[in-house]
């Protein structure tokens, strides 16, 4: 009798070791769009919507560099704007103009995080990343601590509901 049982604890232990396998194969499958940016119908409409004017066509290389760049595990990119303006081969003073314009149009909530560090996070209803092709539900997760300022939770908020932003334009 205890050959049967130490042999079924053995088969069973197999059986576990096996669905552990498989759902690793799963998540390395998942794994392969690591570097996927989802652009969603209210992302291609904001992006036609910045090409419009002279301002918007600047500070689309912006939007879309945090798009590119945006961290899957906390929807946002934490920077300062002197690194922002290395990369985009500009002056802080036209980085600090396109975050203006872009937050004056909705399109991204800046959060002071100390000194000349920001967190930017664009809408998740327009641009996703991770390493899925598809969400459920926005994550945002982060260890970041900001002094509670009651406009950006507000702004957050009416991001993260898919509000209507009374700015926008009807197409």
């Known amino acids: 009798m205890i ?9 069973r232990q197999k059986e576990i070791q096996e669905i552990d396998k498989k759902a690793s194969k799963e998540h390395e ?9 989802q652009t969603y119908p209210k992302g291609w409409q904001r992006i036609r919507e ?5 301002q918007g066509a600047a500070a689309i290389g912006l939007y879309s560099f945090f798009a590119e760049h945006i961290d899957p595990t906390c929807g946002a990119v934490v920077c300062d704007q002197q690194f922002l303006a290395n990369q985009m081969g500009v002056s802080t003073r ?17 959060i002071p995080v100390a000194g000349k560090v920001c967190a930017y996070a664009l809408d998740p209803h327009e641009v996703w990343k991770g390493y899925n092709t598809s969400k459920d ?5 982060t260890k970041t601590l900001v002094n509670k300022d009651r406009e950006i939770k507000r702004r957050i908020m009416a991001m993260f509901s898919g509000e209507e932003s009374g700015q926008e334009q009807a197409m």
């Not at 049967?4 to 088969?11: F, N, P, W």
């Not at 036209?94 to 909530?109: F, N, Q, S």
């Open 3 to 11: 050959v049967a049982s130490e042999h079924q604890a053995k088969l």
């Open 29 to 37: 499958e998942a794994k392969k769009n690591s570097n996927f940016t």
């Open 50 to 54: 910045l090409v419009r004017d002279k």
């Open 94 to 110: 036209t980085i600090r103009r396109w975050l203006d314009y872009l937050e004056e149009k909705g399109a991204l909530v800046r």
């Open 137 to 141: 539900y926005s994550a945002f997760v």
